[in-house]
């Protein structure tokens, strides 16, 4: 029996929920994940067989099978870097099911007809004997063709085990999901498209910005004190429900920001207790409202945040959304190369804070694999 964590947008009060069956498990996968996943590997890590809270989900999406070796190199990395002695593995999609290879005819036909196989076996067969050579137990193994109600699934290793998925809509995961503030999207890009904002105020604040870097006169750019000043009263008024998004709030704090002393102490309001789920809520409404190239520094904020929170899937939507706005964006690349090394959020701030050091790619090495 696995347990889940609800870990909403804006989370309150964690909730956990007793996952009995496999299909439970799949079911809650789109709370998990954020969104119901397609053509995916999905692996939640548990820090041991004896204690099934899941620690940590990473979502790859299904590679062809010539690239399924750099898969199967990643993702056991990321398992071993995170400390997990065991996981769970789910395939979504993948193609479809194929039938038993038939019997020599010269020998009696079976009493029993063999199960249809689900897809990929390969893959996860590869992933399973590498993963048991390092330690790692895999518990089980399975397919489901989506995660949808009334989806099929079925058990890799025991292909006889089949079922269908109950509604992730009524899941117990997924109501104390929504419960406590959390949105499971119909697909990844329907997550990716509710941080972009509405075009014409992102034109408008876009002028204005160009505005003031054309125009600003010696002295008259703010001091990175008042760029933190502001910052705190924002996050006030978070608090206390009076915070509302205007041109005049979006373009200071886009200024304010452009000082990366400024937004070096804003990755650190992230990480205080009564402060960071204000912070989050900050990013991203300002990743939403800003506009490229400057909308990058909120964009990798929300990332730390959300990695912070264990949300590694915005974390890396967040990540996407700043280097589409500012190719190359230094802290952003940092960012997405530690949270791939599966460094802890305190690790990842010393890093980012010691980031001129020599010597940086050998603590956070580069990872060639795209994955959520």
């Given at each position: 029996?696995?347990?889940?964590?609800?870990t909403?947008?804006?989370?309150?009060?964690?909730?956990?929920?007793?996952?009995?069956?496999p299909?439970?498990?799949?079911a809650?996968?789109?709370?998990?994940i954020?969104?119901?996943?397609?053509?995916?590997?999905?692996?939640?890590?548990?820090?041991n067989?004896?204690?099934?809270?899941?620690?940590?989900?990473?979502r790859?999406?299904?590679?062809?099978?010539?690239?399924?070796?750099?898969?199967?190199?990643?993702?056991?990395?990321?398992?071993?870097?995170?400390?997990?002695?065991?996981?769970q593995?789910?395939?979504?999609?993948?193609?479809?099911?194929?039938?038993?290879?038939?019997?020599?005819?010269?020998?009696?036909?079976?009493?029993?007809?063999?199960?249809?196989?689900?897809?990929?076996?390969?893959?996860?067969?590869?992933?399973?004997?590498?993963?048991?050579?390092?330690?790692?137990?895999?518990?089980?193994?399975?397919?489901?063709?989506?995660?949808?109600?009334?989806?099929?699934?079925?058990?890799?290793?025991?292909?006889d085990l089949?079922g269908?998925?109950?509604?992730?809509?009524?899941?117990?995961?997924?109501?104390?999901?929504?419960?406590?503030?959390?949105?499971?999207?119909?697909?990844?890009?329907?997550?990716?498209?509710?941080?972009?904002?509405?075009?014409?105020?992102?034109?408008?604040?876009?002028?204005?910005?160009?505005?003031?870097?054309?125009?600003?006169?010696?002295?008259?750019?703010?001091t990175?004190?008042?760029?933190?000043?502001?910052?705190?009263?924002?996050?006030?008024?978070?608090?206390d429900?009076?915070?509302?998004?205007?041109?005049?709030l979006?373009?200071?704090?886009?200024?304010?920001?452009n000082?990366?002393?400024?937004?070096?102490v804003?990755?650190?309001m992230?990480?205080?207790?009564?402060?960071g789920?204000?912070?989050?809520?900050?990013?991203?409404e300002?990743?939403?409202?800003?506009?490229?190239?400057?909308?990058?520094?909120?964009?990798?904020?929300?990332?730390?945040?959300?990695?912070?929170?264990?949300?590694?899937?915005?974390?890396?939507?967040?990540?996407?959304?700043?280097?589409?706005?500012?190719?190359?964006?230094?802290?952003?690349?940092?960012?997405?190369?530690?949270?791939?090394?599966?460094?802890?959020?305190k690790?990842?701030?010393?890093?980012?804070?010691n980031?001129q050091?020599?010597?940086?790619?050998?603590?956070?090495?580069t990872?060639?694999t795209?994955?959520d």
């Amino acid at each position: 029996m696995t347990t889940a964590t609800a870990t909403p947008l804006r989370p309150s009060r964690p909730t956990t929920v007793k996952l009995r069956e496999p299909g439970d498990v799949i079911a809650a996968l789109p709370p998990l994940i954020g969104y119901h996943p397609d053509d995916s590997l999905v692996v939640l890590y548990f820090a041991n067989s004896d204690d099934l809270e899941i620690q940590r989900v990473l979502r790859a999406p299904l590679p062809e099978a010539a690239d399924e070796e750099d898969l199967i190199a990643f993702v056991c990395d990321n398992i071993l870097s995170s400390g997990a002695t065991a996981v769970q593995l789910c395939v979504i999609g993948g193609g479809t099911r194929t039938p038993a290879p038939p019997t020599d005819p010269g020998e009696p036909a079976p009493v029993v007809a063999l199960p249809t196989r689900p897809p990929r076996r390969a893959l996860v067969l590869a992933l399973t004997q590498v993963l048991h050579k390092q330690g790692v137990e895999v518990m089980e193994s399975l397919w489901a063709e989506h995660t949808r109600h009334n989806a099929f699934w079925q058990d890799y290793e025991h292909p006889d085990l089949t079922g269908a998925v109950p509604d992730p809509d009524v899941s117990l995961l997924n109501v104390a999901t929504v419960a406590s503030g959390g949105v499971t999207y119909d697909s990844r890009e329907t997550l990716v498209n509710s941080l972009r904002g509405e075009e014409g105020a992102l034109k408008r604040r876009s002028c204005r910005l160009d505005w003031h870097a054309d125009n600003t006169v010696p002295g008259g750019i703010p001091t990175a004190g008042a760029g933190i000043r502001a910052i705190q009263a924002e996050l006030k008024n978070i608090a206390d429900g009076s915070f509302k998004i205007t041109d005049n709030l979006v373009v200071r704090l886009a200024i304010a920001l452009n000082d990366h002393r400024v937004r070096d102490v804003a990755l650190t309001m992230t990480l205080g207790k009564e402060s960071g789920q204000a912070a989050e809520r900050l990013w991203l409404e300002l990743t939403r409202e800003t506009p490229a190239p400057e909308c990058a520094e909120p964009a990798t904020l929300l990332a730390f945040a959300a990695y912070h929170r264990g949300d590694g899937v915005l974390a890396n939507i967040a990540l996407e959304r700043a280097e589409q706005a500012q190719p190359g964006h230094m802290l952003a690349s940092l960012l997405g190369r530690a949270i791939d090394a599966g460094l802890p959020p305190k690790d990842v701030l010393a890093a980012i804070n010691n980031s001129q050091r020599p010597g940086m790619d050998l603590l956070i090495p580069t990872q060639a694999t795209s994955s959520d």
